[in-house]
């Protein structure tokens, strides 16, 4: 097959949570124009519509699920949504995310917890529930959202369960692809750097988020944050056929912040 054409996605299906707006956004549209129905889940339905709309006007497949991603049987239901609509699930990518910036000594248990159950627990739940109809396929791509706080401690905000949770996640990546290669199931992460959505524009909001641009940016080798569409590329190419000898790997896509 051509090389160009192994990056297509046509036959294709895809979940996308968190995927109403901000990177997992352009996730769909990314996997949408590549081909593969795309599944827009989000706890924020309106949101998930609006996307849905976007992608029918592009002539896409897709459908809004609403579901809250840190609660299991909502999650086992989002699964099920899709193979009941187009009979297979092909690529599961688990975006939704939060971040909160805290001094560790000022951090309550009830703040970690609510962190991790986004940003890692329900990680593996969507994980697991994706190898669930995955497995029995002897095929699927299960992309993680990760993030360059996995690999370094952002500074100078303070962020320690979010660069935990996100270090999780990549270990957590490594630990089922080499679990569920023997079925098939490739498992890969994406690890963005500073990238202007509203996640980072609700932090800098804050007085103190204010003052961190001058500080970020001389940290990045190539000068701006990325934009959602930057990363898109990441994701056709690990949802595709061209990508199926990796897995347990990580895309850094942060400007160059992690080369210092
Ligand atoms: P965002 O806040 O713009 O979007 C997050 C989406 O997740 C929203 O649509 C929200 O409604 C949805 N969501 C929140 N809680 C949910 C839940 N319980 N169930 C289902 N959906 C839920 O965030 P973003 O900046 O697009 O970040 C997406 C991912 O990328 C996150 O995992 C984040 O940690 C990661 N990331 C972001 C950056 C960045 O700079 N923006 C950098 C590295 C990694």
């Known amino acids: 097959m051509a090389i160009l054409d192994r990056f297509r996605l046509d036959g294709r299906t895809a979940i996308v949570t968190g995927g109403g707006q901000g990177i997992g956004r352009s996730f769909c549209h990314a996997l949408g124009e ?3 129905k795309v599944a827009v889940a989000d706890i924020d339905e309106g949101c998930a519509r609006t996307v849905v709309s976007e992608l029918e006007a592009k002539g896409c497949t897709a459908m809004a699920l609403r579901a809250d991603v840190t ?37 309550e248990l009830g703040e970690w917890r609510r962190l991790m159950a986004l940003n890692l627990d329900a990680v593996f739940l969507c994980a697991r529930e994706a190898a669930r109809v995955m497995a029995p396929a002897g095929y699927g791509k299960i992309i993680n959202t990760a993030s360059m706080s996995a690999h370094i401690v952002n500074t100078p905000q303070n962020q320690v369960a979010y660069n935990s949770s996100k270090a999780a996640v990549l270990h957590m990546t490594r630990s089922l692809a080499a679990e569920w290669a023997p079925k098939g199931i490739r498992v890969n992460s994406i690890s963005p750097g500073y990238t202007r959505t509203l996640l980072v524009d609700k932090l800098l909001e804050t007085p103190e ?20 569409e930057d990363l898109q590329g990441a994701i056709v190419y690990l949802a595709a056929e061209v990508s199926d000898y990796m897995t347990g790997a990580d895309l850094l896509i942060d400007g160059g912040y992690c080369c210092w």
């Open 71 to 107: 609660d299991e049987r909502q999650v086992a239901a989002m699964v099920d949504a899709v193979v009941d609509a187009w009979g297979v699930l092909t690529v599961s990518v688990n975006n939704a995310g939060i971040g909160i910036w805290r001094e560790a000594e000022g951090m």
């Open 34 to 36: 590549a081909g593969a």
């Open 209 to 228: 988020g204010q003052s961190m641009l001058p500080e970020w940016l001389p940290r990045i080798p190539l000068g701006h944050m990325a934009s959602p």
